[in-house]
């Protein structure tokens, strides 16, 4: 199975597809104050627990969130790095400039990747169980009072889900042609950051040209079908909740008062 790109949905029969995104989007908010609230090892342990139960539970292939999980490597080390050397500078291993590296450091960095992470892993399973559709619903809903202070939420509502949709297309869309561009000759990965520098316009053109295109493409297809973004319209919602929605807003806010309490 090829891994699954951050923010892809994948069809699935789990209880977690099931569910109301409103629903989900209500436990992942929850969850996230959850993330916020961690602190020290038992609580991350604890947390790895309850993310493996959760992909368990959601039949999504772990392989497909670690990979994707490895794409967000290099942001994840700069983040570490600068709580490392710039959080605090009393008991410094060293001052070098600018830079004071120091056990409070090193601990703020484990802490707010950890917390990075567990927040990428969260939202993963929200966008890989929810469908576009069900997602610009559940968003819709959440934005739903500010409508009536002249907000057009359906617009608001409909950019966030075609972001998100575009997320994968645009990761694959540029592996294609960092592939194409390889193959072709140029230097991508090459350990002379000049020779990078000098490819990557190859590289970077063909993706923003890629991406343009496939926004004028959807515009023309949502103008097609009628869709009107501008128009003032009022959206009215049928809040029906099964009992698998009960459960998970339960679990989420059982999630909570553990890391409140722990």
């Given at each position: 199975?090829?891994?699954?790109?951050?923010?892809?949905?994948?069809?699935?029969?789990?209880?977690?597809?099931?569910?109301?995104?409103?629903?989900?989007?209500?436990?992942?908010?929850?969850?996230?104050?959850?993330?916020?609230?961690?602190?020290?090892?038992?609580?991350?342990?604890?947390?790895?627990?309850?993310?493996?139960?959760?992909?368990?539970?959601?039949?999504?292939?772990?392989?497909?969130?670690?990979?994707?999980?490895?794409?967000?490597?290099?942001?994840?080390?700069?983040?570490?790095?600068?709580?490392?050397?710039?959080?605090?500078?009393?008991?410094?291993?060293?001052?070098?400039?600018?830079?004071?590296?120091?056990?409070?450091?090193?601990?703020?960095?484990?802490?707010?990747?950890?917390?990075?992470?567990?927040?990428?892993?969260?939202t993963t399973i929200l966008?890989?169980?929810?469908?576009?559709?069900?997602?610009?619903?559940?968003?819709?809903?959440?934005?739903?009072?500010?409508?009536?202070?002249?907000?057009?939420?359906?617009?608001?509502?409909?950019?966030?889900s075609i972001s998100l949709?575009?997320?994968?297309?645009?990761?694959?869309?540029?592996?294609?042609?960092?592939?194409?561009?390889?193959?072709?000759?140029?230097?991508?990965?090459?350990?002379?950051?000049?020779?990078?520098?000098?490819?990557?316009?190859?590289?970077?053109?063909?993706?923003?040209?890629?991406?343009?295109?496939?926004?004028?493409?959807?515009?023309?297809?949502?103008?097609?079908?009628?869709?009107?973004?501008?128009?003032?319209?009022?959206?009215?919602?049928?809040?029906?909740?099964?009992?698998?929605?009960?459960?998970?807003?339960?679990?989420?806010?059982?999630?909570?008062?553990?890391?409140?309490?722990?």
């Amino acid at each position: 199975m090829n891994s699954l790109p951050i923010g892809s949905y994948f069809k699935g029969d789990s209880i977690f597809h099931k569910c109301a995104a409103f629903t989900k989007i209500s436990t992942l908010i929850i969850m996230m104050i959850a993330v916020i609230n961690t602190h020290g090892l038992e609580s991350y342990i604890v947390w790895l627990i309850i993310v493996g139960l959760c992909i368990k539970a959601s039949n999504i292939d772990i392989d497909s969130i670690t990979s994707s999980l490895t794409k967000t490597l290099k942001f994840c080390v700069v983040v570490f790095l600068m709580n490392f050397c710039f959080f605090s500078s009393e008991d410094a291993y060293f001052s070098f400039f600018i830079f004071n590296p120091s056990y409070l450091g090193l601990v703020q960095g484990i802490n707010v990747v950890g917390k990075m992470l567990l927040l990428i892993m969260i939202t993963t399973i929200l966008l890989s169980t929810t469908s576009p559709l069900d997602l610009t619903k559940g968003i819709s809903m959440f934005l739903y009072p500010l409508q009536f202070v002249g907000l057009n939420v359906y617009e608001i509502s409909m950019i966030l889900s075609i972001s998100l949709t575009f997320i994968p297309t645009l990761f694959e869309e540029a592996e294609m042609i960092r592939k194409a561009q390889i193959a072709r000759g140029a230097k991508l990965d090459s350990k002379n950051l000049i020779t990078r520098a000098t490819s990557i316009v190859p590289f970077v053109v063909p993706v923003f040209i890629s991406a343009f295109k496939r926004a004028d493409d959807l515009a023309l297809a949502l103008i097609s079908r009628g869709i009107e973004l501008k128009k003032d319209r009022r959206i009215k919602f049928d809040v029906s909740l099964k009992a698998c929605d009960y459960y998970i807003l339960l679990m989420g806010v059982l999630i909570l008062l553990l890391f409140i309490f722990l």
